[in-house]
């Protein structure tokens, strides 16, 4: 179980890894960056990574704990 836990955690370290460096944004956000220049546009694609990362660990964990309760009472 403690394997699968770490390998679930190292998915997700990856993926948030891989997210860096797309730096995907929406229109607005995209349009507003490129009027930034490089270097504040790269703080501002962080800052969207940052708050992402909250509501999305909160899901996991949630998700989580519900896959737990729901295999222990089959």
Do not use: D, H
């Not at 390998?7 to 349009?31: D, E, H, K, P, Y």
């Not at 960056?33 to 660990?57: D, H, K, S, V």
Request: proline fraction near 3%; hydrophobic fraction near 50%.
């Amino acid at each position: 179980m403690k394997k699968r836990l770490l390998i679930c955690l190292l998915s997700l370290f990856l993926i948030l890894g891989t997210a860096l460096s797309s730096l995907a944004q929406c229109s607005v956000c995209t349009r507003t960056a490129e009027q930034m220049g490089e270097r504040p546009a790269t703080g501002m694609n962080t800052g969207i990574l940052y708050l992402a990362f909250m509501p999305l660990a909160i899901i996991s964990v949630l998700a989580y704990r519900w896959w737990k309760s729901e295999k222990a009472s089959v």
